[in-house]
């Protein structure tokens, strides 16, 4: 990493044209929202039919149980294990719960032969996630948001600094969400954790990088802001790039070796490491530019 150190490069001196292109992955997002006529939501939203299942051995592999019911034709499903219980779930709509359990247990007996199974329990059950969850997920992200503004205002002694950090946070959760989109991955319960795992993640690094913008200006207070942000960046490159770095690897090696649970985490996870990257030096430490400088000059002028 050692050419990392004679890197200068003027981030604050092309953030219009970071912001445009900013601009046009969130266009991109809408327009693939658009036409897949909103998200794939998954049984947690849509709601379905459960039913579970055992065996009298206890060798019968999860894995065989999932191709045995790929194979069947049912196109979305969740399967989940719990001591000799099995839960098939999914939001396909059949004419009868009987018609489910047949087109289940013929799968089954073909690629699972000599192991009876045993049906325990089937029912049609409502989403576990519905308006109730949007208005607590909007409240759990406001109230965050909010305070989130308050505190880096506080620590920062500017609340534009806040408002900067959380514009970069949205910023990634909209593009993140837009590929997830793209691919017509199922919007689920782990996507919602990923997506999560992303804002956390993404006010992370912005902080790291603000509190060295704070340490410089206290340093070199004479200097141009713009000049100072840019000497930030570069100062803590090597650090982002390099923890980052670290997390997008393990991303890739859940995506790859995980297994078919895990896949949609990591996805995301991928697209969201890249983007909290790309927004704390791209857009967070440019928009307090903005911000500020704007700012200055409104002061300056009211003075006068």
């Not at 009868?96 to 089954?108: M, P, R, Y």
């Not at 649970?261 to 991928?270: G, K, P, Q, R, S």
């Amino acid at each position: 990493m050692q050419f990392f150190k004679s890197v200068n490069i003027d981030f604050i001196g092309n953030h219009v044209k970071i912001f445009v292109i900013s601009v046009l992955l969130i266009l991109m997002t809408m327009i693939v929202f658009v036409y897949r006529g909103g998200p794939n939501y998954g049984i947690d939203f849509t709601g379905g039919i459960l039913m579970q299942i055992s065996f009298q051995e206890e060798n019968v592999a999860l894995q065989d149980v999932r191709r045995a019911i790929e194979n069947s034709g049912i196109s979305s499903f969740e399967l989940q294990s719990s001591e000799n219980l099995i839960t098939i779930r999914t939001k396909q709509i059949f004419d009868s719960q009987e018609e489910f359990k047949n087109l289940v247990k013929d799968a089954i007996s073909t690629k699972v032969p000599n192991n009876n199974m045993e049906i325990k329990k089937i029912e049609y059950v409502g989403s576990t996630v519905g308006a109730y969850f949007f208005k607590r997920a909007f409240y759990a992200f406001l109230f965050a948001f909010i305070g989130m503004i308050i505190y880096i205002g506080f620590r920062f002694k500017s609340v534009l600094w806040g408002f900067s950090a959380v514009v970069g946070i949205v910023h990634d959760i909209i593009i993140s969400f837009g590929f997830v989109l793209l691919v017509n991955k199922e919007v689920n319960i782990t996507v919602v954790a990923a997506l999560l795992t992303i804002a956390g993640y993404s006010i992370n690094d912005t902080i790291v990088l603000f509190d060295r913008i704070k340490e410089n200006l206290e340093f070199y207070s004479k200097k141009d802001f713009g000049v100072v942000i840019n000497n930030s960046t570069n100062d803590v490159l090597v650090r982002t790039v390099v923890t980052s770095l670290t997390v997008f690897i393990v991303s890739c090696s859940l995506f790859f070796f995980g297994g078919e649970v895990i896949h949609t985490f990591a996805y995301v996870m991928i697209i969201g490491t890249c983007l909290g990257v790309f927004s704390s030096i791209f857009i967070c430490a440019p928009l307090v530019y903005e911000l500020e400088t704007r700012r200055r000059k409104y002061l300056k002028t009211a003075i006068k």
